[in-house]
């Protein structure tokens, strides 16, 4: 059972840096996300693949390096995982903006799509 939970965290990583990853590449290109990943690297010891795991660190870093622009970001971010998820409305995301910062939501998230894989799993 430890090795699906750990599987499964893995997982939830993975599609977290994923999707940070997408929106970066989107909104700024390829080389200005580099320029944002080697930043990241030498002011705050984060490898991409690292991001999900470090979410207060990269949130800390992404705001350093764009200021008040980092905002927008990160609620795009937060927009497209909730919409990945398929947890929230639009609604719902306004509410927990309002209550949690960026890496909080990060957190909570996670959290909760593995109280879902627990239970989905419990069900079968």
Do not use: W
Request: proline share 1%; hydrophobic share 35%; charged share 30%.
């Amino acid at each position: 059972m430890k090795n699906i939970t750990m599987q499964q965290m893995s997982k939830e990583e993975d599609k977290i840096f994923k999707v940070i990853d997408k929106v970066l590449n989107q909104i700024f290109g390829k080389e200005a996300t580099y320029l944002i990943y080697r930043y990241l690297e030498n002011n705050y010891s984060i490898k991409p693949e690292e991001i999900s795991e470090k979410i207060d660190l990269f949130a800390k870093g992404l705001e350093e390096f764009l200021k008040t622009g980092a905002y927008a970001i990160e609620r795009k971010i937060l927009e497209d995982i909730y919409s990945s998820y398929d947890l929230l409305r639009k609604l719902e995301i306004e509410k927990i903006h309002q209550e949690y910062d960026f890496a909080d939501q990060i957190k909570l998230l996670t959290g909760k799509s593995q109280i879902l894989f627990s239970i989905s799993n419990f069900k079968h």
